[in-house]
C-alpha cells in the first residue's frame, strides 16, 4: 500500500488504497516510514476502499474549484480575489481531519470585525458551494456540514430612499467633474434603463440600435437576455458619447465605478445612496408610470412577483396625494 522512494535528496511516501491515494516527502527514511503507517492505519479504519476521497485539507477543494470552476464564471476576477485570500488562512489549510468549527466561527468572528455580513456570507458561500461540487461532482469528502452549522448574522437592512431631483442633478453635476471617464453618463442610462452596473459595464456598441431606440442585452443575472427601449434622454446621452464599433460602450472596471462613485457620494452628501438604488429608482419610477407588473418586469428583468417588489418604492408623498384626492371626490360625491 505504501511505496517510497528517493527523489531530490528527500524519501517521497505514496500511499494508495482504493481510490484513496495521498503522498508527502520528508528529509529522514524513519519520519516517512512513520507517517506511512500511521496513514496505511487511517486509511483502514476509515475503510477508504472504493470509498470518497479525502483531500488534505480545504485549500486542495479551492485550488481544483479555483481551476475547473471558478475560471468560467462571469465574476471570476472578483472570485479569484477572494479565494487568493481564504488560501492564505490557517483554517482552510488544517488537515480535514483535525478541522473543527470553533476555527471557522473564529475566521467568522475576525471577519465581521472588518467587513459586513453580507459580505462575509458572499465569500462563505463561495466555499459551501466548492464543497457541494467536491462531493456532487467529484465525489470528494467535505466539511460542508460543518460549514452549513456555522450561524452568520442577519443582514444589515438597507433602507432604499428615493432619489430626487436635486440629489440626481448633484450626484450628475459631481460625476461630470469626476476624472473617470464617462461617469456621468453612466449615472444618466442607470437611472432611464434600470441596468444593473454589471450589465452597463458589458454593454457593446453592437448590442446599441439608435435608429429603433433599444439596446440588447445580452446575459443578465439570471441567465436571460432582454431587451430595453430607449427614452429620448438615453438615446440622446448614447448619441453624445465616442462610438467604438463592436467595443464596449464603457471603458471602466467595476472597482473604479465602485470607487469613483464612493468619491462623488462623499463630495454630495448622498452617503446612503447606492449605485445599485439607481436601478430601484428607475423600476419605481415606472411604476409611477402606470406600468402593468408584467411590463415592468419586463424591462427590469425580474421574473416573479416577489422579486419585483423588493424594487419598487413608491413616494409617500404621492400616495398621500392620491389618497387625499381620492377622499375629496367621495366626500364632494356624498
Known amino acids: 500500500m505504501a511505496s517510497i522512494r528517493r527523489r531530490n535528496g528527500k524519501y517521497q511516501v505514496q500511499i494508495r488504497v482504493g481510490s484513496y491515494s495521498r503522498s508527502q516527502s520528508f528529509h529522514k527514511l524513519n519520519d516517512a516510514k512513520s507517517w506511512a503507517r500511521k496513514e496505511e492505519e487511517l486509511a483502514e479504519q476509515r475503510r477508504y476502499l472504493g470509498s470518497k476521497y479525502e483531500p488534505r485539507n480545504l485549500a486542495e477543494i479551492l485550488v481544483r474549484y479555483k481551476r475547473d470552476i471558478t475560471a468560467y464564471k462571469r465574476s471570476c476576477a472578483t ?37 459586513k455580513p453580507a459580505t462575509l456570507k458572499r465569500q462563505l458561500n463561495i466555499v459551501k458551494h466548492a464543497c457541494a ?120 472596471s467595476a472597482n473604479a465605478v465602485r470607487l469613483a462613485f464612493e468619491r462623488i457620494r462623499r463630495r454630495t452628501g448622498l452617503l446612503n445612496v447606492r449605485f445599485h438604488d439607481l436601478r430601484h429608482e428607475a423600476i419605481s419610477r415606472w411604476c409611477e408610470m402606470g406600468m402593468t407588473v408584467p411590463e415592468v418586469g419586463r424591462l427590469s428583468g425580474h421574473r416573479n412577483l416577489s422579486q419585483l417588489l423588493r424594487y419598487a418604492h413608491s413616494d409617500h408623498r404621492r400616495i398621500t396625494y392620491i389618497l387625499n384626492k381620492n377622499y375629496d371626490s367621495d366626500s364632494l360625491e356624498r
Open 133 to 252: 461540487t467536491a462531493e456532487r461532482e467529484w465525489d470528494w469528502l467535505s466539511p460542508l456540514s460543518m460549514l452549513q452549522r456555522i450561524q452568520l448574522p442577519k443582514n444589515a437592512e438597507h433602507v432604499v430612499k428615493r432619489i430626487t431631483a436635486d440629489d440626481e442633478h448633484a450626484l450628475i453635476e459631481a460625476a461630470e467633474r469626476c476624472r473617470t471617464k464617462n461617469l456621468c453618463h453612466l449615472i444618466i442610462l442607470a437611472l432611464e434603463t434600470g441596468m444593473r452596473r454589471g450589465e452597463l459595464l458589458a454593454l457593446a456598441w453592437e448590442d446599441i440600435d439608435l435608429v429603433r431606440r433599444e439596446l440588447l442585452v445580452r446575459q443578465s443575472k439570471n441567465g436571460k437576455s432582454r431587451t430595453i427601449p430607449l427614452t429620448t434622454r438615453a438615446q440622446i446621452t448614447l448619441a453624445s458619447m465616442e462610438n467604438e464599433d463592436g467595443g464596449p460602450v464603457f471603458l471602466l
Open 79 to 115: 472570485e479569484r480575489i477572494v479565494l487568493k485570500a481564504l488560501l492564505k488562512e490557517d483554517w482552510v489549510n488544517t488537515p480535514l481531519p483535525q478541522l473543527n468549527a470553533a476555527a471557522i466561527a473564529e475566521y467568522r468572528d475576525r471577519r465581521l470585525a472588518s467587513v
